[in-house]
């Protein structure tokens, strides 16, 4: 009696956190873009955005590494 597989779960699991990462980067752009003004914490308001463009990048990276190595094939 074989045990069911997690795969499927654990790849739509680590899909779901890539894109969780992906929403709150385009909303901290957001932000920026909006108003730049009140970000008092952040004075280089180019290099915050490019720094959440770079998590949007990584995160994106990490979905099709996924789906090309490990979402469409079968392992027994």
């Given amino acids: 009696m074989s ?10 699991a680590l ?3 890539a894109d969780g990462e992906i929403q709150k980067a385009r909303m901290n ?3 920026y873009l909006h108003n730049p003004v ?4 952040h004075p ?7 720094e ?3 998590i949007i990048a990584h995160q994106e ?3 099709q590494i996924i ?3 490990f979402a469409n094939h079968n392992h027994e």
């Fill in 15 to 17: 899909k779901r956190s």
């Fill in 29 to 31: 752009v957001e932000v």
């Fill in 67 to 69: 789906d090309k190595y």
């Fill in 52 to 54: 959440q463009l770079d």
């Fill in 38 to 41: 009140g970000i008092g914490e």
């Fill in 3 to 12: 045990r069911p597989s997690l795969r499927p779960e654990i790849i739509s």
């Fill in 61 to 63: 990276e990490r979905v």
């Fill in 44 to 50: 280089d308001i180019l290099a915050a955005i490019q």
